[in-house]
C-alpha cells in the first residue's frame, strides 16, 4: 500500500514538473519576441505664428443715444393718430392730434382783438404825431395792442402743445393710446428711440485705464445677431473708478446698420489697442493639463530598426502657456514654428508610439467661436 502512494506521489509531481516546465518555456519565448504595437490614429496640426492686435474684452449693454417716452403736455381729447407701432419717423412729424376745437375759437377772437388793436395803435401814433391826443393815450393803446398779441400767442401755444410731434428723427415703440381716449397731463403716447448709431455702454478693470483713449476701435457681437461684428469708438470715459468693483465705466458708439442693435441688449465688447503681437498658437485640444506641467505630444518622424521604414511616433513635451484665444492657446515656450502636434485624444497616448495622421475629423479650431445653441 506504501509503495503504491509512493509510486502516485512521484506521477503527480512529474505531471506538475512538465507543465511548469512547459510554461516556463513559452513564457521565456513570449519574452524573447519582440512586441509590436498597432498604429494610434489621431489628428494633428502644425504649430503657427499669426499677428494678434492686443485687446481688451468685456461684456456690456446697449442703450439708445437718445431715447424718450412721449407724453401728453396739456389734457384733451385724443382727436388724431398719426403714427404707426414700430414705425421710423423725422424730426417734426405728427404723432396725435389732440381737440383743439375750443382753442381753435378763442384763436379765431383773439386775433380779431390784436387786428383791432393793431388799427387803434397806429391811429393813435399818427395822432399823437400831431400832438393830437397825449402820450399816455398813445402808451394805452400801444399797451392793449401788446396784451393782444401775447393772448393770442398763448393759445397758440396751447394748440401747439396739444399737436403732438416727434421731437427727433428714430424709431417709435408700441402704441400706449387709442382714437377718442382722454389723455391727462403726463400720460404716455409711445417710446422713440435713436437706434443708428447706437450707445453701448461696458466696464473695465482700472488697471486697462492707461490704455483706453477715446477714439480707440471697439468692436460688438451679440446673440441677437450671430456672425455679425458691429465696429464703433469709444466716445467716453468715465472720471470715477467705481470703488466697490474697482471698474471704470466706458461709452462707445456703434454703428448699427439694419437696426439689429436695441436699448436693453446684452452684448460683448472688445475694445482693440494700437499694438500688436506676433505669438506661436496650437488648438487648445492639444494640451494635455497635469498638476506637473502641461504637455503636447509632438509626431516626429524615425526610422524603425525592425522594419526599415520610417514611421510617425510621438514625443511629449512639456510647455507653457502665455495665454488663450477662441479655441487657440498661446505659447511661451516648449514648442518651434511647424512641430506637429496631435490634437484630439492626448489623455490616451503615450510617448514612443506609433501614429497615423487622418484630419478628416479634426477638431475645428476658430479664434471667435460660434457654438451652436442646443
Same mark, same amino acid.
Given at each position: 500500500?506504501?509503495?503504491?502512494? &509512493?509510486?502516485?506521489?512521484?506521477?503527480?509531481?512529474?505531471?506538475?514538473?512538465?507543465?511548469?516546465?512547459?510554461?516556463?518555456?513559452?513564457?521565456?519565448?513570449?519574452?524573447?519576441?519582440?512586441?509590436?504595437?498597432?498604429?494610434?490614429?489621431?489628428?494633428?496640426?502644425?504649430?503657427?505664428?499669426?499677428?494678434?492686435?492686443?485687446?481688451?474684452?468685456?461684456?456690456?449693454?446697449?442703450?439708445?443715444?437718445?431715447?424718450?417716452?412721449?407724453?401728453? *403736455? /396739456?389734457?384733451?381729447?385724443?382727436?388724431?393718430?398719426?403714427?404707426?407701432?414700430?414705425?421710423?419717423?423725422?424730426?417734426?412729424?405728427?404723432?396725435?392730434?389732440?381737440?383743439?376745437?375750443?382753442?381753435?375759437?378763442?384763436?379765431?377772437?383773439?386775433?380779431?382783438?390784436?387786428?383791432?388793436?393793431?388799427?387803434?395803435?397806429?391811429?393813435?401814433?399818427?395822432?399823437?404825431?400831431?400832438?393830437?391826443?397825449?402820450?399816455?393815450?398813445?402808451?394805452?393803446?400801444?399797451?392793449?395792442?401788446?396784451?393782444?398779441?401775447?393772448?393770442?400767442?398763448?393759445?397758440?401755444?396751447?394748440?401747439?402743445?396739444?399737436?403732438?410731434?416727434?421731437?427727433?428723427?428714430?424709431?417709435?415703440?408700441?402704441?400706449?393710446?387709442?382714437?377718442?381716449?382722454?389723455?391727462?397731463?403726463?400720460?404716455?403716447?409711445?417710446?422713440?428711440?435713436?437706434?443708428?448709431?447706437?450707445?453701448?455702454?461696458?466696464?473695465?478693470?482700472?488697471?486697462?485705464?492707461?490704455?483706453?483713449?477715446?477714439?480707440?476701435?471697439?468692436?460688438? &457681437?451679440?446673440?441677437?445677431?450671430?456672425?455679425?461684428?458691429?465696429?464703433?469708438?469709444?466716445?467716453?470715459?468715465?472720471? *470715477?473708478?467705481?470703488?466697490?468693483?474697482?471698474?471704470?465705466?466706458?461709452?462707445?458708439? /456703434?454703428?448699427?446698420?439694419?437696426?439689429?442693435?436695441?436699448?436693453?441688449?446684452?452684448?460683448?465688447? *472688445? /475694445?482693440?489697442?494700437?499694438?500688436?503681437?506676433?505669438?506661436?498658437?496650437?488648438?487648445?485640444?492639444?494640451?494635455?493639463?497635469?498638476?506637473?506641467?502641461?504637455?503636447?505630444?509632438?509626431?516626429?518622424?524615425?526610422?524603425?530598426?525592425?522594419?526599415?521604414?520610417?514611421?510617425?511616433?510621438?514625443?511629449?513635451?512639456?510647455?507653457?502657456?502665455?495665454?488663450?484665444?477662441?479655441?487657440?492657446?498661446?505659447?511661451?515656450?516648449?514648442?518651434? /514654428?511647424? *512641430? &506637429?502636434?496631435?490634437?484630439?485624444?492626448?489623455?490616451?497616448?503615450?510617448?514612443?508610439?506609433?501614429?497615423?495622421?487622418?484630419?478628416?475629423?479634426?477638431?475645428?479650431?476658430?479664434?471667435?467661436?460660434?457654438?451652436?445653441?442646443?
Amino acid at each position: 500500500m506504501l509503495k503504491k502512494f &509512493t509510486l502516485t506521489t512521484i506521477g503527480i509531481i512529474a505531471i506538475v514538473g512538465a507543465l511548469v516546465g512547459t510554461k516556463m518555456l513559452q513564457f521565456r519565448a513570449m519574452g524573447a519576441a519582440p512586441m509590436f504595437f498597432p498604429p494610434e490614429t489621431v489628428t494633428a496640426a502644425e504649430a503657427r505664428e499669426e499677428t494678434w492686435s492686443n485687446t481688451v474684452t468685456s461684456t456690456g449693454s446697449i442703450t439708445a443715444v437718445q431715447g424718450v417716452t412721449i407724453g401728453a *403736455e /396739456v389734457a384733451g381729447k385724443i382727436a388724431k393718430i398719426a403714427f404707426e407701432a414700430g414705425a421710423a419717423v423725422q424730426a417734426g412729424d405728427l404723432l396725435v392730434q389732440l381737440d383743439t376745437s375750443t382753442e381753435d375759437a378763442q384763436l379765431r377772437a383773439a386775433e380779431a382783438t390784436t387786428a383791432l388793436a393793431k388799427l387803434s395803435v397806429d391811429r393813435a401814433r399818427d395822432l399823437a404825431a400831431k400832438s393830437t391826443i397825449s402820450q399816455s393815450e398813445f402808451d394805452t393803446a400801444d399797451a392793449q395792442f401788446k396784451q393782444a398779441v401775447a393772448q393770442a400767442d398763448s393759445i397758440r401755444a396751447v394748440i401747439a402743445k396739444k399737436t403732438i410731434r416727434a421731437p427727433f428723427a428714430g424709431r417709435l415703440g408700441l402704441r400706449l393710446i387709442n382714437l377718442g381716449q382722454i389723455l391727462k397731463d403726463g400720460d404716455s403716447i409711445a417710446t422713440l428711440e435713436t437706434l443708428d448709431p447706437i450707445f453701448v455702454n461696458f466696464s473695465v478693470p482700472q488697471q486697462r485705464l492707461s490704455v483706453l483713449d477715446a477714439g480707440s476701435v471697439v468692436r460688438v &457681437t451679440t446673440d441677437a445677431a450671430p456672425g455679425q461684428v458691429f465696429e464703433g469708438k469709444i466716445n467716453a470715459v468715465s472720471p *470715477e473708478v467705481d470703488p466697490v468693483t474697482r471698474n471704470v465705466r466706458v461709452q462707445a458708439t /456703434v454703428a448699427n446698420v439694419g437696426e439689429k442693435l436695441r436699448a436693453g441688449m446684452f452684448a460683448n465688447v *472688445e /475694445v482693440v489697442l494700437p499694438t500688436s503681437q506676433t505669438m506661436l498658437i496650437i488648438p487648445a485640444t492639444a494640451v494635455l493639463y497635469a498638476p506637473y506641467g502641461d504637455s503636447v505630444f509632438v509626431i516626429d518622424e524615425r526610422k524603425n530598426e525592425q522594419t526599415g521604414k520610417t514611421e510617425k511616433v510621438l514625443r511629449q513635451q512639456f510647455i507653457r502657456i502665455s495665454g488663450t484665444r477662441g479655441d487657440f492657446v498661446t505659447l511661451a515656450s516648449g514648442l518651434k /514654428v511647424g *512641430e &506637429t502636434v496631435v490634437t484630439s485624444g492626448v489623455f490616451k497616448l503615450r510617448a514612443g508610439a506609433p501614429v497615423v495622421i487622418d484630419n478628416k475629423l479634426a477638431p475645428d479650431a476658430q479664434l471667435a467661436p460660434k457654438p451652436d445653441n442646443t
